[in-house]
């Protein structure tokens, strides 16, 4: 799969973030992941920045095989970038039903137009955020 890269530019440092654990972060701005499930619904619509929080519970050798199998991404790399912003999507919904194979629910916000940018370093934070980038 292709992925797409933006640049940092002025506008994008007034946006809001939200944090998401390694892998699921890089697997949204690689363009693999449309939907992000979440316990709550987000009335926010519009591009938001991706930032990977510091966990890598998510990255063990086990939870990354599971990955693989699962959602057939055959490609994840061995290491994840943590702790700062990996990319920009656009929240185009929010749904409690959807087609895709990454919906879990209760709630999903789907995504579009995700892209990586060079990562930068920030702290995360519970629900959307501005980040001080």
């Known amino acids: 799969m292709k992925t797409k890269s933006a640049r940092w530019t002025p506008g994008l440092k007034k946006l809001k973030a939200i944090s998401i654990r390694q892998p699921w972060a890089w697997l949204i701005v690689n363009g693999y992941k449309d939907v992000e499930n979440r316990i709550w619904a987000a009335k926010l619509r519009g591009p938001v920045l991706i930032h ?13 095989a599971y990955i693989k199998r699962r959602y057939r991404v055959a490609n994840l790399p061995d290491t994840f970038e943590t702790g700062g912003i990996v990319g920009i999507a656009e929240i185009t919904d929010c749904v409690q039903r959807h087609h895709s194979k990454w919906f879990q629910g209760p709630f999903g916000w789907t995504l579009a137009s995700a892209r990586r940018l060079p990562f930068k370093s920030c702290k995360g934070q519970l629900k959307f955020f501005t980040p001080e980038i």
């Open 52 to 64: 990977a929080g510091q966990s890598k519970s998510d990255t063990t050798p086990e939870a990354l």
